[in-house]
Structures are given as C-alpha cells and as structure tokens.
C-alpha cells in the first residue's frame, strides 16, 4: 500500500478520535477535518494523547460546501476517506430537521460528488446506522433487513446511505457503507443515553449530584465497544470490492438495564418502582431517589428495538465484537469516577 494518507471527517467526535489513533498505529497520515468554531474542541484526541502526532495533521473543513470538498481532496491526496461528521444526536434533528439533513444527508454526496471529480479511485467509507432500521420490521436486524427511519437524523443517514450505494453502482467508486449499531465509551458525548447515565452515576456516587432524569426506559438497544467499531470500519476499506456491512454484537437490552449496571458498578443497589412517568429507582443503601423520568427527554417517534446480526462482518472481514456490556459500562463507570473526582 503506497499512499496511506487518509481523511477522517468529524475527527473531534468519538469515533474520529480512535479511528485516527487505529490509523496513526497502522503507519498513515491522518487529515482529520473539523468544522471552525469559536472554541475548537480536541479533549477527545487530547485523551488518546495524539493531538501533537506528527502524521496528525487537523484541517479545518466545511462539509456542505462542496469546493471546499474539492479542495480538500486536492490537497491531501487520500487513499482513503471515511466521512464520520454528522449531527448525530437523535433528539435534536426532530428540532433541526433541515440542518441535519443538509449536514448528515448532503454532507455525504458532496464528498461523493468530490471524489468522482477528483480521484474516482479513493475509497470511501459512509457512517450509516441502525437507526435506518427504525420501525421493527425483523429482528436480527441484518444487511437485508427493510428500513423504516423514525427519525430526520434517521432519514438523512438513509438517504447518505443510498447514495453511497448509487455512487458504487453508478461510478463504480469504492463507496463502502458501514451500518453499525450503537456503540459507547468514555469518549461517548454526555448527551447521549450511556454517558449520560456513566456520568450520572458517577457524580450521584461522588455527591455532586441527586439524581438522574431519563427517558424511554423501555427502548432496547444493541451496544457495543466504539474502539473496535472503528477497526471494522478500516478493515471494510481494505475488502476487494465495496460493499454494506452490519457491525453489532447482537445482543440488546433496555436502557434500564443499562441504568443497572452502571450503578452496580459503582457498588450501588437499584429498586425500581412504578411504570411510565412514575417511575423510579431507589438507592438500596441510602432511600434516595436516584432515577426519575422527565417526559422531556420522549421523542416524537422512538426506534424500539435494536439488534443486529454481524455475520457478514465476521465471514468477509474476520470481525466480531469482543467486549462485553458489562465491561464496556464499567469502563465508563470507572472513567467518570476518575473525571469527576479530578474534575476534568
Ligand atoms: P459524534 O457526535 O461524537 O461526532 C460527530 C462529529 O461530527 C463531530 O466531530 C462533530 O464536530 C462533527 N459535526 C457535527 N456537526 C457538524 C457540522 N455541521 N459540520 C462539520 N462537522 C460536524 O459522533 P460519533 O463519533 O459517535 O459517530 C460518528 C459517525 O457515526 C456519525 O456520523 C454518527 O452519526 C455515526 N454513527 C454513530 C454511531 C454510534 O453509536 N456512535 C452508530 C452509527 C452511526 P463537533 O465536535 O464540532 O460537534
Ligand atoms: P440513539 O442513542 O438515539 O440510539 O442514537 P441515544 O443514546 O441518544 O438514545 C438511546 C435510547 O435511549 C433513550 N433514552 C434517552 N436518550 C438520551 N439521549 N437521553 C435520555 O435522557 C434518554 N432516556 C432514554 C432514547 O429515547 C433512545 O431510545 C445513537 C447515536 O449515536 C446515533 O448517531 C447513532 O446513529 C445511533 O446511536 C445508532
């Protein structure tokens, strides 16, 4: 492999930061692209302490602007592009419907319009998503399953997704799609479900806080470990031939589950009582009221159910997801704690 640069866009999100650090490992130079702010935001690459890399090169890019695009493709010259910006938060494209659409859904075709005038032989990888599943129309969700978005983050994902796949046939770009189900960390945004309640948890334990405000307790979701999604996403770009792949564990369990666990990380015992809007988790030990729903937090349309089958993943690309939902909660669990007591 000769050229080994890469462009990762949406470098300061969670999986830009450790699919830049898996690519860094694996010897490329990294472009990774960042939208300008007033404050720019790199803890992410600060943690994994490989923002002053030398082949770490952060390059400022607006992804709906499609000569900027050009441009870019120009000047780094990839071997490959993974297009991971978005506005990726659910609750908020019901509030941001045409933002999101113009940044998650065009987002997208302007790197594909870019690289069939540039260099049509880039490869490039699509962050598309078991949202596009949506409404449960099968379960084990698969490669071949029909998709029902709930969502406009989801509509847009799906309309990405299909033009990736019409670049593949129509230009015969190596344009890959990645459907990959939720996947966690302790690089994961506080305002998604699982660091909210990791972080949650750990403040509560440490005092600074009484309790947490949730949701849909009842969603299922299918939660795997971010740091080998991004490894599945490398290896789809070093496949023959293009192509679709789900990346799940296949296992799904509530969001009280997951509350659970992660206060049983932290030595804390749950009782939970009530249904709907009355319910709650007490803490065993102390009596206090510790979870309580806040309707705020429903959406307009929820996606009930997630989980997916990654069979194709493992027979064509040898991947399967290792960590287990307990590790991967503990993990954050233990990772709050540690920010939350040292205050960073
Ligand atoms: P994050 O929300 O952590 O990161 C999203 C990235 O997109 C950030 O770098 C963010 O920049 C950037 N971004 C947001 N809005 C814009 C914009 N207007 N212009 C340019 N960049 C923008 O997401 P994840 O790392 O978790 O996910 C990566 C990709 O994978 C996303 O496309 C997501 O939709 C998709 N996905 C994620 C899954 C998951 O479970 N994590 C599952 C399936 C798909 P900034 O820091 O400035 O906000
Ligand atoms: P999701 O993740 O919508 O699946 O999208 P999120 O963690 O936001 O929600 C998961 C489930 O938890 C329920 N929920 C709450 N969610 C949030 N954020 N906050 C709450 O207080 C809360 N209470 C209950 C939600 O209703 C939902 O059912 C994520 C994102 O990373 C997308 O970009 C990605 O495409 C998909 O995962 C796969």
Known sequence: MENTAAIVTGITGQDGA????????????????????????FWRMEE??????????LVEYDLTDL???????????????????????????????????EITGLGAVNLLEAIRIV??????????????????????????????????????????????????????????????????????????????????VARIKRGKQSHLALGNLDAKRDWGYAKEYVEGMWRMLQADTPDTYVLATNRTETVRDFVTLAF???????????????????????????????????????????????AKAYNELGWSPATSLESLCKMMVEADLVRVATGS
């Open 48 to 57: 994994l302490g490989i923002e002053n890399h030398p082949n770490l090169h």
């Open 67 to 101: 000569s900027s695009s050009i441009r870019l493709l120009q000047r780094c010259q990839p071997r490959e592009v993974y297009n991971l910006a978005a506005q990726s938060f659910v609750g908020v494209s019901f509030d941001q419907p045409i933002t999101t659409g």
């Open 119 to 200: 260099d049509s032989t880039i490869r490039f990888y699509q962050a598309s998503t078991s949202e596009m599943f949506g409404k449960v129309q099968q379960v084990p969700q698969t490669e071949a399953t029909p998709f029902y978005p709930r969502s406009p983050y989801g509509v847009a994902k799906l309309y990405a997704h299909w033009m990736t796949i019409n670049y593949r046939e129509s230009y015969n770009l190596f344009a890959t799609s990645g459907i990959l189900f939720n996947h966690e960390s302790p690089l994961r945004g506080r305002e998604f479900v699982t660091r909210k309640i990791t972080d949650g």
């Open 18 to 41: 450790y699919l830049a650090e898996l690519l860094l490992e694996k010897g490329y130079t990294v472009y990774g692209t960042y939208r300008r702010t007033s404050s720019v935001n």
């Open 264 to 310: 049983k990380a932290a030595d804390i015992e749950l009782r939970w009582e009530g249904q709907g809007e009355n319910e709650t988790a007490t803490d065993v030990a102390t009596g206090k009221q510790v979870v309580v729903i806040d309707p705020r937090f429903y959406r307009p349309t929820e996606v009930e159910l997630l989980i997916g089958d990654p």
